[in-house]
């Protein structure tokens, strides 16, 4: 039985704590947040214990690992002093929004016997790693395409938006990682953005929508669409293209139900309304992975590099439309 502390008890940290609490070799054994009061509300229904003192936590030699669901800032400082303490960390993206502060933190662990896992958790929705596996296996020939399509239903609060670090680095963070899951290495990266869905976006300095083009060391190239706002709900596809063959993954829904009448036919539901319903098995298969890792010593997968290297797609994207230019790396 692997023992957790779970840093953050907000949104995502809900999410972990489920996931955490329905996995058989795992046990919640606190939360720990600045807000004591949510700690508490999460701890109780989880049968943990709440707590507002990081120390106290990282002290506790009964405790095996750390999840990080806490805010981006929190992060840095939160995995170095965990790796420190000698405990397994599976931390939420980004590591930061600064890739000087990432870099630091990696010097700071990088000589420590580690087991640090980045939530990258799409690596680990069923559909997408059943087409990764399948194109790493040459069932579409030589790779040629990738297409990623990522959209919201709806833009988050401004709020939000103020300590996101922006679209590619709080949103095509995930994409980035998606790509680089498929192509490896990126060489070049173009992008544009748009704003057309909301004024508050705007008056954040952030774009609310984006189409990304890279070019992998393979010759390879992949584009990413994001809108922070679909009128039909969370839009999450995927296409790889290959010399042979393609492969597709597309919207998911509650059931697969249809009607067909008089006036429409292949009507279906809408939707699995947002990430929290969609990459519900994902968060469940990263935890089982991280789990296996802790138990087996073996490193997990995305880690730290992975990380970094997805932030660094971003600060890539951005320069690129800034610019107007091809930014290449390597």
């Known amino acids: 039985m692997v023992r957790f502390g779970l840093f953050g008890a907000g949104r995502i940290g809900q999410v972990h704590a489920a996931t955490l609490a329905a996995h058989p070799r795992a046990e919640l054994v606190v939360v720990c947040d600045p807000m004591l009061e949510f700690a508490g509300r999460l701890a109780d229904t989880h049968g943990a214990v709440a707590t507002s003192d990081v120390d106290a936590v990282l002290a506790d030699d009964t405790i095996d690992a750390i999840v990080i669901g806490s805010p981006t800032p929190t992060h840095v400082d939160?995995?170095?002093?965990?790796?420190?303490?000698?405990?397994?960390?599976l931390c939420e993206k980004p590591i930061d929004l600064d890739l000087a502060r990432v870099d630091?933190?990696?010097?700071?662990?990088k000589d420590v016997d580690h087991t640090v896992m980045i939530g990258f958790n799409r690596r680990f929705d069923p559909s997408f790693a059943d087409i990764r596996s399948r194109v790493a296996a040459g069932e579409v020939g030589q790779l040629e395409q990738l297409i990623v399509i990522s959209r919201d239903p709806e833009p988050p609060p401004a709020a939000y938006l103020a300590a996101s670090g922006g679209l590619f680095r709080d949103m095509t963070i995930h994409d980035f990682d998606m790509v680089r899951f498929f192509l490896g290495d990126v060489v070049e990266v173009s992008a544009t953005g748009t704003n057309l869905v909301a004024d508050h976006v705007r008056e954040a300095g952030d774009i609310d929508g984006a189409v990304v083009v890279l070019r992998g060391a393979s010759g390879a190239v992949a584009q990413i669409t994001n809108s922070r706002r679909c009128a039909f709900g969370y839009d999450q596809r995927l296409?790889?293209?290959?010399?042979?063959?393609m492969l597709t993954a597309d919207n998911l829904r509650p059931t697969s139900v249809r009607y067909s009448g008089a006036e429409r036919t292949e009507a279906a539901a809408p939707?699995?309304?947002?990430?929290?319903?969609?990459?519900?098995?994902?968060?469940?298969?990263?935890?089982?992975?991280?789990?296996?890792?802790?138990e087996n010593g073996t490193e997990p997968s995305p880690r730290f590099a992975d990380g970094r290297a997805a932030l660094l797609l971003a600060d890539a994207a951005g320069e690129s439309m800034r610019t107007g230019s091809v930014v290449r790396l390597g």
């Open 271 to 294: 939707y699995l309304n947002f990430f929290l319903e969609r990459y519900l098995p994902a968060y469940r298969a990263e935890l089982d992975h991280f789990i296996g890792a802790v």
């Open 239 to 245: 296409e790889a293209f290959g010399s042979t063959g």
């Open 78 to 89: 939160l995995l170095s002093r965990a790796v420190l303490a000698g405990k397994a960390v």
């Open 104 to 109: 630091a933190c990696w010097e700071q662990i």
